[in-house]
């Protein structure tokens, strides 16, 4: 049975036959670091650590529900995308690929500047994003605009900043862009993205380079050929490359291997039909994570050697150049950088069930679970404890029976109210996807660094949430 359709009754909750979970871990206060940022660990006092800081003290300082961002975890995975693939921008010349950060993953002003610092581009999706990318001192050439319905004053902006590429979604895209462009004086170099036919193995609603979805105009009978053929009439257009994305939390390469083989066979339709051979690819991202201990995602390096081992075979058996590779890491890079801490409210025990360990946040921070079915870790992290295992599913204080954070876990039958808790892996959707449902204050962020803490995000008041309610 589906969890879309559950009987009336006490187990309506997918409580599975026993034996169904997973063994509890051996050691509950044991941080799997597949799952953790780098700097977090355990001091002597058995407390949570990360930056060089305590739990106990971040939670005193900042309060919870509160998102805690290990920057320096974060730029190292910038340096490891950006090595891997070789896109270091500020040296351009004889290098052949580009990393560009998904902002719509996480982005504030702090993180475009470490993007910034790090060597990286930067995607954006939205005037909101572009706006806090300028703000942040992003060179606007380094930033590519995406989405499937850009309004008018979007695209505009975009074009007088002079931003590096803008990936066209549908037919009215580009003679909307070709025309704003024109009018401004401007030729506006643009990607055409592309639907491929590619089933990616992830959640429906992040799946995207199947036919039947809004995104990308589709390979199959030949509307991205057309597409091409129009956008290379338009004088206030620069067709520099073909985009494809294919999904999201993707841990196999093979379906970039269907999508790089259906690419560059349009681009050698180009070739053979215009004369032209565009000199950009983008593969997307959607490069999984380990949000728990059974997720196993792929190094940048080795994820960079499949992907170019691709595309240089393809194009080898098409008779191309090798086009500029780029790819849009967003989760990969932020996902694994930062926790939720929350304060345990309650823990209520349902005999022969499991226990429902209630905190101070919710779906307001994490839709994530609701929403995808998204699993999660956590753990105890004010203290250690040597209880024995508890089946939990750690749940929210909204008014929803699907405000659920940790669907299954085991957490320490000692487990009390005011214990912290933390759900790692939360960098990436949480806070971008994060509302004030029930009118909740949306948490901080909080970046941890070499023994200091800072809000780059603050936490919303009542004056804030009450400042737009114009009465």
């Not at 101070?360 to 040597?386: F, K, P, Q």
């Amino acid at each position: 049975m589906s969890r879309s359709a559950h009987p009336a009754g006490p187990r309506h909750a997918d409580v599975l036959p026993e034996g169904h979970y997973a063994a509890p871990p051996a050691d509950l206060n044991q941080l799997d670091p597949r799952v953790w940022s780098r700097t977090v660990g355990r001091n002597a006092d058995g407390v949570v650590t990360v930056g060089g800081i305590d739990i106990k003290t971040l939670a005193e300082e900042f309060g919870t529900p509160a998102y805690f961002l290990d920057e320096a975890d974060f730029r190292a995975r910038c340096r490891a995308w950006r090595e891997a693939f070789k896109g270091d921008v500020s040296k351009a010349e004889g290098e052949d690929a580009d990393v560009f950060y998904a902002g719509k993953a996480f982005l504030s002003r702090a993180v475009v500047r470490w993007l910034d610092e790090e060597g990286l581009n930067l995607d954006v999706c939205s005037a909101g994003e572009l706006a806090t990318a300028l703000a942040a001192g992003m060179p606007a050439e380094r930033i590519a605009l995406h989405g499937n319905n850009k309004s008018t004053a979007e695209i505009e902006r975009a074009v007088e900043e002079g931003v590096g590429r803008i990936v066209l979604d549908s037919f009215q895209e580009i003679v909307r862009v070709a025309h704003i462009a024109q009018r401004l004086g401007k030729r506006q170099r643009v990607q055409i993205r592309v639907t491929v036919g590619v089933e990616a193995h992830t959640h429906e609603f992040i799946a995207t380079a199947h036919e039947d979805q809004k995104f990308g105009i589709p390979l199959a009978g030949g509307q991205a050929a057309e597409a091409v053929r129009r956008a290379l009439k338009l004088d206030g257009l620069e067709l520099v490359g073909i985009h494809s994305h294919i999904g999201s939390q993707i841990f196999d390469t093979s379906g970039f291997e269907v999508a790089a083989h259906r690419v560059v066979g349009l681009l050698k339709e180009i070739r053979d039909e215009h004369g032209v051979e565009l000199p950009e690819i983008d593969l997307g991202g959607g490069l999984g994570i380990a949000y728990t201990s059974e997720d196993d995602p792929r190094e940048p390096q080795e994820i960079a050697k499949a992907l170019r081992d691709i595309v240089h075979r393809e194009c080898d058996t098409a008779g191309l150049a090798v086009p500029r590779l780029s790819v849009e890491p967003g989760r990969a890079i932020v996902g694994p950088t930062a926790f939720t801490l929350y304060e345990v409210g309650t823990v209520k025990e349902l005999p022969g069930l499991r226990t429902y360990v209630s905190v101070d946040g919710g779906m307001s921070d994490n839709i994530r679970t609701a929403l995808y079915d998204a699993e999660y870790s956590v753990a105890l992290v004010s203290r250690a404890s040597t209880a024995e295992p508890m089946l939990s599913r750690v749940v929210g204080k909204h008014c929803e029976s699907g405000d659920i954070v940790v669907r299954d876990a085991f957490l320490p039958a000692d487990l009390a109210p005011g214990d912290l808790i933390a759900v790692p892996a939360t960098g990436a959707y949480c806070r971008s996807m994060a509302s004030n449902y029930n009118h909740a204050l949306r948490p901080p962020v909080v970046a941890v660094r070499d023994g200091q803490a800072r809000e780059i995000v603050r936490r919303e008041t009542e004056e804030d949430l009450l400042r737009l309610d114009v009465g």
